[in-house]
């Protein structure tokens, strides 16, 4: 099935300042009107009926609680990574245990009998599919398919942000924004979530007198606009860019996410990524007479951020040069097993890496950088193969 736009999308617009509500939608929604309604206003919104024949549906789940038969069988001796949240205002910087799953599953089993003497374990970010890549136990749905970030990182056999979570009836995620200020899917496979999500810009009048956001959203009196949504089995949750939210399991949860972005929030990407390097030029000021200073920022930058300026041309070049391939006679572009992509959206996809391509090459530290020196001509070079493309 191809993923397709129509001609009339191929501008990023700006968006809405103001969000008035929340949309409870169908899985029917056509793909160009998701795109239109939900990518280019960067609307947040709760889709039923997503994963209904998913493998993981069928497999995972007995009488709308875990299988953990058929989990144990199929997945017992995977290391997870597990966080104990009972209690905590903040676990985020903590270290994760390292346990094979049939130890968690153990942990479960336990906890269902004796919930008050044992902690409140959260099975988190495991990435399941890149452990079992051959094992179909989801499909990607359609709205989502356009996802740069995993397509270059599956490619190219790097770590990928698809993941597998399971918690316990009480286990939580503090209040944040996702990494990257990406775009999040999450889709329930059985249980259910408790959502708190707050449109952009909201989450300044939540701060403390020091700047720091609350770790937990409830332990902050506010009357600023923010949506509650309770997620059942079968319901994807879409989280637009820059929307902080916090998230608990009221039920025993299984859910399958993915962080990503494209060209709808590619512009938000970059502009999260230049606020983050001056924060971090900032905090490192007394320092900008040492060598190789710049470097050192991107240094920072990745390990705060997740992405530096390499990571972020390597991105946008390798998703570029597949279009303009595409555009130009050569393979199809294949998204997932099930879904390509269309010929307008590929021209859109240029279209948006042309706008962000050309701040990168203006930015001032560009020339200082050591990889780009590297690179030389390579960004110049590239905006002019979209521009004769486009």
């Known amino acids: 099935m191809e993923v397709e736009i129509n001609n009339t999308y191929l501008e990023i617009q700006d968006f809405p300042t103001v969000y008035h509500e929340f949309p409870i939608i169908d899985s029917d929604i056509s793909y160009t009107e998701f ?7 960067n609307q ?17 789940v007995n009488k709308e609680t875990p299988n953990f038969t058929n989990l144990e069988q199929s997945y017992g001796d995977l290391e997870v990574n597990v966080v104990d ?5 903040d676990y985020s910087n903590q270290k994760p245990l390292k346990w094979t799953f049939k130890e968690y599953v153990e942990y479960w089993k336990n906890y269902k009998e004796c919930a008050e003497s ?4 959260y099975l988190k970010d495991w990435h399941l599919k890149n452990q079992m890549p051959k094992d179909n136990f989801y499909e ?17 056999s790097f770590d990928d942000y698809r993941f597998v979570y399971m918690g316990v009836n009480g286990t939580w995620s503090p209040f944040h924004v996702d990494v990257m200020t990406s775009y999040s899917w999450s889709t329930n496979i059985c249980g259910q979530k408790k959502w708190v999500l707050f449109p952009p810009g909201e989450e300044k009048y939540l701060t403390d007198p020091f700047g720091n956001l609350p770790n937990d959203i409830d332990s902050v009196k506010h009357d600023r606009k923010y949506f509650e949504v309770v997620q059942n089995a079968g319901d994807a949750i879409f989280v637009p860019s820059n929307w902080h939210h916090q998230v608990w399991n009221i039920k025993n949860t299984i ?3 993915h962080n990503w972005f494209n060209g709808c929030n590619l512009h938000v990407i970059w502009q999260s990524m230049e606020k983050n390097l001056c924060e971090v030029k900032e905090e490192i000021s007394d320092c900008n007479d040492m060598d190789n200073f710049l470097d050192h920022c991107q240094i920072m930058l990745k390990a705060s951020f997740s992405l530096d300026f390499k990571d972020f041309f390597d991105i946008i070049n390798y998703i570029a040069k597949k279009r303009l391939k595409f555009l130009n006679g050569g393979p199809i572009i294949r998204l997932t097993d099930k879904y390509t992509l269309g010929k307008y959206h590929s021209v859109f996809d240029l279209v948006s890496i042309k706008a962000v391509l050309i701040k990168l090459i203006n930015h001032a530290d560009l020339d200082e950088l050591n990889f780009f020196k590297i690179l030389q001509d390579a960004p110049l070079n590239l905006l002019s193969e979209i521009e004769d493309c486009t």
Not at 118 to 121: A, E, S, T, Y
């Open 35 to 41: 795109f239109e309604k939900y990518f280019l206003r």
């Open 44 to 60: 947040a919104c709760l889709i039923r009926n997503v994963s209904n024949n998913w493998e993981s549906s069928k497999f995972w």
């Open 85 to 89: 949240c009972k209690g905590k205002m």
């Open 118 to 121: 044992l902690p409140v374990l």
């Open 140 to 156: 990607v749905p359609l709205y989502f398919a356009c996802d740069w970030l995993n397509e270059y990182l599956v490619d190219n």
């Open 255 to 257: 859910s399958i996410n």
